[in-house]
């Protein structure tokens, strides 16, 4: 039976695999990407050594030429009186000059030339450039982080020295410009004008960031500093060809404003610098997006003194199973209603090593299941790379699967593959339901073994900052411990979805986090699970 749902799962998982032109969302196969520049980078240092052992035979030949044609040219007939001379010159001009043709002629850039044509196939293009600037944007949001700090390195816990220039800025800016997210646009370009104004050299010109500025913060309705920003504008470029024109509307725009409210002038602009929390950022499709974003900075969490005083830690042995009598694992209580409890030691050092190792040649953009075709497509508020294991692969993932059977008590035949994630730069899945709610009936129809009844995590890895799994609805937040797992139920015993366990991966703000995730169905617990007595029993 778990044969056959594995082939039948990998048929309808084929859609998920994607293009190279899909946003780099892992840090696995960055890592690839580092290496190849390391090629190339070695490749380029060949071509300039090439390079200059050429322009080194040149400038021989060069000096040795121009110390001849001195000689030859003070008395050109007495040169040619010696007929040594009379020969060398006929021998130079016929066959040394042609030596020389031909090493001017030669090509050591074909080498690096052809390294490169190699390598381009796998390297990032616009979208993936536009994503991992989004992916920056996005953890400025979440963890409220101001332009500056990004700018010079400065994240939570992290002391760097990689630093953005007014280019990267400037850049950052443009993309958020160019997707009408103005908020963003404002905050870039601010920062990329504020490094110019304090001495940093760059090729970008301070009136460009004026105009994309202007224009932006006008969008953001704040029409005074328009109209200051873009007098500033006017006064190093006259003729600029819309910044007169944009002056003339913005100052019509705030006189009318003016004369609706019976005001006869406006206050000045503030002199206040834009930063974060200068204008409010404009809300979006999630309707918790303040709870969520709090959580994963380890704000407003719903755990007190008296609800943690009621979480325990035991030795489980779930019923005295054979494989857990000599070993118990280790269970900690994370959260008592909905229950979720965190197993340690689940996986080891090797193991999730292995499970990496399996899942790096296989990873592709993360999939969610579409409700309406239960068909899986990828989906922008999923931002990480995954891959499906199923037990033909490898022994661990055999073994990995029956200590998930064994933790829960719950059949794992009819449960979805083992799915591995790794997320990358800014690397999120927003708020969600693992299960399929009463207006998706369809969604997990295909494979035939009803809803998703519990969800069973594992971290693969540590991370630095970020990345905490969340749920919004009643404040909880876990955060990565590799080698843990943790586990909760997604329907109540009735088959009726508990809608508190919407949840969420946080962004990863540093670090490479690593997961991966065992979906059990209904179908085989009918015993292991019997029904409840009413609608929302979980006991």
Known sequence: MRKFLSFALCALLCCCWTTQAEIFTSISQMTDLIYTEKELVQSLGEYIKAEESKLSAIKSWANKLDALTRLSTSDPEGYLAHPVN??????????????????????????????????????????????AAKALMRL?????????????????????????????????????YNDADYYHSVLWMQQSL????????????????????????????????????TRRLVAIDPSHQRAGGNLRYFEGLLTKQL???NQEDYPPPSEEPIQLGTYTR????????????????????????????????????RNRNPRLLLKPIKEEDEWDSPRIVRYLDVLSHEETERIKQL??????????????????????????????????????????NQRIEDLTGLEVDTAELLQVANYGVGGQYEPHYDF?????????????????????????????????????????????RKGTAVFWYNLFKSGEGDYRTRHAACPVLVGSKWVSNKWIHERGQEFRRPCGLTEVDRS
């Open 436 to 480: 399929s709610r009463k207006d998706e009936p369809d969604a997990f129809k295909r494979l035939g073994t009803g809803n998703r009844v519990a969800t069973f995590l594992n971290y693969m890895s540590d991370v630095e900052a970020g990345g905490a799994t969340v749920f919004p609805d009643f404040g909880a937040a876990i955060w990565p």
């Open 86 to 131: 009379a020969y060398k010159l006929m021998k130079r001009l016929n066959t040394e000059w042609s030596e020389l043709e031909t090493l001017v002629l030669q090509n050591p850039s074909e080498g690096f030339i052809s390294n490169m044509s190699i390598h381009r196939q796998f390297f990032p293009d616009e979208e993936d450039e536009k994503g």
């Open 194 to 229: 504020k490094q110019l104004d304090a001495g940093e050299e760059t090729e970008v010109a301070k009136g460009d960031i004026l105009d994309y500025l202007s224009y932006s913060v006008y969008q953001m309705g704040d029409l005074p500093r328009a109209i200051e920003l």
């Open 359 to 400: 899942a790096k040649p296989r990873l592709a953009r993360a999939t969610v299941r579409d409700p309406k075709t239960g068909i899986l497509t990828t989906a922008n508020y999923r931002v990480s790379k995954s891959a499906w294991l199923e037990e033909e692969d490898d022994p661990v993932i055999a073994r990995v």
């Open 282 to 317: 404009p809300k979006d499709h999630l309707p918790e997006r303040d709870i969520y974003e709090a959580l994963c900075r380890g704000e407003g969490l719903g755990m007190n003194d008296v609800r943690r005083s009621h979480l325990y830690c035991r030795y489980q042995d």
């Open 259 to 261: 004369s609706e409210l």
């Open 140 to 176: 400025q949001d979440t963890y409220q982080l101001d332009s500056e700090a990004f700018s010079k390195g400065k994240l939570p816990g992290i002391h760097s020295n990689v630093m953005l220039t007014v280019e990267d800025c400037f850049d950052m800016g443009k993309t958020a």
